[in-house]
């Protein structure tokens, strides 16, 4: 039985073959409800992507690459290693050599207990229809062993939305002044919603497992993804679930949303997304941002000489580039009375881990500079000392968020467009 697997040494046309320029993978063995399954690293010069194999995959991936695809391959088993070389006129050697295991170690298999079963809240052998409808899972509820991921990174999502709905359990969560009832369904905007597995999964798991009536609106610039999802929506027979082409920098919308997620909208969509959020009293936002071009093309010039090593070399003031900006965004939303939480969240393709902004509105902030509803509502709530005394708390900490982003737009000299 295969424990681990190296490859290496790619052909020229690796990306050809694997739709990346890989330079090499790393594949280890795990278990996984009792059965055995492996789990690849897969490395690019600069990105690191994952995948999960079933025995019967991991051998027909190794028929098709080990020797062909990358010229070195080193296999390890319970009993020796293997390392298959090829030559340039495609000649391979092979080389074995018997595992010397201390008599103290128990072996790879035992290291690894079985996992125990993760509870999803879409739970795989549970028919999901629109999951059926995309190929992520079988007509008999069954996960697709290549939808693996996807399924997981579904549920994760999931997982942020259930987290924030105590938010609206009560009528002060809401932007208007009903409760999450027939009469006010939870209203929510995506924008940049692509072809929307996530907006299907949230329409699913809000209405069929959490019993709130909700009304989903998509937006994407994309015309094929909009008819596509729009005939989606059609043969699944969705209520209360429409999808627009537009722009985030022109939208509008009829009813001010209760959570607004925005999922990759490049660069600047983010923004404009976040300030719409924020100007029609979102409760809450859930942005995972992307391409932060702006600030990247801004920085070259610091006034603070600290910085230049981190803009030295392209990779790492990308990078670098990419947090200043989600912290500003951040910092920014701090300023507009949200509880902001930075979040680790891997997207759909298994691309590097990215951030996910969840921002909250403050019940005490109730207003876009979050310092009016305190004031208009204290006879109406009999508010105390200590309410005082939250208040000025608030106006403190967004101070200190308008002050600290500052210092760090003109140490940079830089000009982001969430602070114009």
Known sequence: ????????????????????????????????????????????????????????????????????????????????????????????????????????????????????????????????????????MTPDGKVVSAKHDKFRQINRFLEFINDILPEFSDRSALSSDTRIDELHPLRIADFGCGKSYLTFAVHYFLTEIKHIPCEIEGLDLRKDVINYCNELTEKLKLKNL??????????????PPDIVITLHACDTATDYALEYAVKRGAKAILSVPCCQHQVNKQISKPDDKA?????????????????????????????????????????????????????????????????????????????????????????KSIQKSIEDSKALIDALNINPEIWR
């Open 1 to 136: 039985m295969i424990l681990s697997v190296t490859l290496s040494k790619p052909v020229s046309d690796v990306e050809k073959k694997l739709g990346r320029k890989y330079e090499k993978i790393k594949i280890k063995i795990e278990n996984s409800k009792g059965e055995i399954s492996y789990f690849a690293e897969m490395f690019t010069k600069t990105q690191v992507f994952h995948r999960h194999f079933s025995e019967t995959e991991l051998d027909n991936f190794l028929a098709e690459n080990a020797c062909h695809t990358f010229k070195n391959c080193v296999k390890r088993t319970e009993t020796e290693e293997i390392t298959l070389m090829t030559s340039k006129k495609g000649k391979v050697t092979e080389l074995r050599k018997k595992n010397h295991q201390n008599k103290d170690e128990p072996s790879t298999l035992k290291i690894l207990p079985p996992k125990r079963k993760k509870n999803y809240l879409l739970e795989e052998g549970t028919i999901v229809p629109f999951l059926v409808v995309l190929g992520i």
């Open 242 to 255: 429409t999808f627009h082409t537009g722009n985030i920098a022109d939208y509008f919308g009829n009813e």
């Open 307 to 395: 910085f230049e090593s981190l803009l030295r070399w392209g990779i790492i003031k990308e990078k670098f580039s990419s947090l200043v900006t989600d912290a500003l965004r951040g910092e920014w939303l701090l300023s507009k009375g949200y509880k902001v939480q930075m979040l680790e969240f891997i997207d759909m393709e298994h691309t590097p881990k990215n951030i996910l902004i969840r921002a909250v509105k403050k019940k005490e902030s109730g207003s876009e500079n979050g310092t009016e509803s305190n004031s208009k509502n204290g006879n109406k709530n009999g508010d105390t000392p200590c309410s005082v005394e939250k208040l000025k708390s608030i106006q």
